[in-house]
C-alpha cells in the first residue's frame, strides 16, 4: 500500500508498505481510506509550526470502507464508514461524563499519531460511524461538519435570529447550511473573496464586506481565530447577542477595550467549542448529509487522486494559487 509522509517541514515521502493485519484481541477494523480532506491546521503542521514529531501520515478528516475486521468487531465487510479522529483515553474525568472531546489524554488520528492520508489502517470500531451511500468525497467532510454542529448546539437559536459567521472556510461554511436547515432566514457572512462570495450568495446567504461596526446581530459565530476576527465579532455584539468562538488562534488574541465594554454592556454570551461532541454531533451530520443537497458544495473542492497530485494541491492552496475552499485526497484505486 501507499503512503504519504511528512518527513519535515514542506518535505513529503510517498512509500509502499504492508498492509496492517488486524489483531484479532481488540475490537478493531482496517479500512480502506477512500477520502481524506486536509484541514487548515494541517497547513500549520506541514509549514509553520510543525506537528508534534517528525515523521507523520497527517489526515484526521477521512472515510474509507471496511476491509477486515476483528472477531469482536459487529461492522462487516464492506460498510462505507466515517472516522471520528479523537482517541480519548476513557478514564479522565471528562471521559466519565461522555465529553470525548474535553479528554485530557487523547490520542488523535492526523496528528499525534498517523492519519488518512495512507491507502489503508487500523481504526477501533469505536471510533467508527456508518455513512451507508453518502460520496465519500462528501463523507470525508463530517468531521468538520460536526463541529459546526458543536458550535450550533451550545446555544438556543430563534428562526429570527439576525446570525453573522466570520469565516468562509468548511466549519463557517457547515454552520451557515446547518442554520439555513433550521429554517433561519438571515444569515450573512462576513467574505472579501468574490468567488466564495458569489457561491454564497447562490446558496441563499447574504455577504457582508466592510463597515460591520455599523450593524449588530444577535448570534455570531467566529471560525477564523485570528486578533482582527475575534475583536471584529465583538464590535457586532448587540444586547444580550451570543458569540461562539470556533477558531484555533493563530497567535495571541488581544481584545481593544472598547471591544471589551461591549462585552460588558451589552451583557453578551460567549461561548468556546472544541472539536465535537461524539457520537452525537456525527450521527446528527449523517442524518443531515442524507437530506441536504450539497451539489453547489463540489466547487469549492479541489480533489487530487493521487498523493503526487495531492502535494501539488497543497502547495498551490498554501501559496494562495488555488481558488477552491477545500483540498481533498480521493483513493480510486
Known amino acids: 500500500m501507499k503512503k504519504m509522509i511528512l518527513n519535515n ?47 507523520l501520515i497527517l489526515g484526521h478528516e477521512f472515510c ?38 474535553r479528554c485530557h489524554n487523547y490520542g488523535y488520528f492526523g496528528s499525534r ?44 437559536i430563534d428562526k429570527n435570529d439576525k446570525v453573522c459567521i466570520i469565516g468562509t472556510g468548511i466549519i463557517g461554511l457547515f454552520i451557515g447550511i446547518f442554520l439555513q436547515h433550521l429554517g433561519l432566514k438571515d444569515i450573512a457572512f462576513f467574505s472579501r473573496n468574490s468567488f466564495k462570495s458569489d457561491l454564497l450568495n447562490s446558496a441563499g446567504f447574504s455577504i457582508v464586506k466592510e463597515n460591520l461596526g455599523n450593524l449588530s446581530f444577535d448570534l455570531i459565530f467566529e471560525s477564523v481565530g485570528s486578533n482582527e476576527s475575534v475583536n471584529l465579532s465583538m464590535q457586532i455584539l448587540n444586547s444580550e447577542s451570543k458569540l461562539v468562538l470556533i477558531g484555533n488562534p493563530s497567535g495571541d488574541i488581544i481584545l481593544k477595550r472598547d471591544c471589551y465594554w461591549k462585552i460588558l454592556r451589552n451583557e453578551a454570551q460567549i461561548f468556546g467549542v472544541w472539536n465535537s461532541e461524539y457520537p452525537k454531533n456525527w450521527l446528527d451530520a449523517v442524518e443531515i448529509f442524507r437530506m441536504v443537497d450539497f451539489h453547489w458544495l463540489r466547487k469549492l473542492l479541489a480533489v487530487g487522486t493521487s498523493f503526487e497530485e495531492l502535494i ?22
Do not use: M
Not at 509502499?16 to 484481541?25: G, K, L, R, T, W
Not at 465487510?77 to 461522555?98: N, Q, Y
Not at 501539488?312 to 484505486?333: A, F
Open 64 to 101: 474509507g470502507i471496511v476491509e477486515d475486521k476483528s472477531t469482536l468487531s459487529s461492522f462487516q465487510i464492506g460498510d462505507s464508514v466515517a472516522v471520528f479522529p479523537l482517541k480519548p483515553c476513557f478514564k479522565c474525568i471528562s471521559c466519565k461524563k461522555g465529553y470525548y472531546n
Open 312 to 333: 501539488d494541491l497543497i502547495r498551490k492552496k498554501y501559496n494562495n494559487n488555488l481558488q477552491e475552499l477545500k483540498v481533498i485526497w480521493s483513493n480510486n484505486g
Open 113 to 156: 499519531e498517523d492519519g488518512g492520508f495512507q491507502e489503508y489502517i487500523k481504526i477501533p470500531s469505536w471510533n467508527l460511524v456508518p455513512i451507508d451511500n453518502i460520496p465519500y468525497e462528501l463523507a470525508c467532510l463530517i468531521e468538520p461538519a460536526s463541529v459546526a454542529l458543536n458550535a450550533i448546539n451550545k446555544i438556543t
Open 9 to 55: 517541514f514542506n518535505s513529503f515521502s510517498i512509500v509502499n508498505d504492508n498492509i496492517p493485519v488486524i489483531d484479532h484481541s481488540k475490537d478493531e477494523v482496517l479500512i480502506k481510506v477512500k477520502a481524506c480532506g486536509v484541514c487548515s491546521s494541517d497547513y500549520s503542521r506541514i509549514f509553520d509550526k510543525g506537528p508534534y514529531s517528525f515523521p
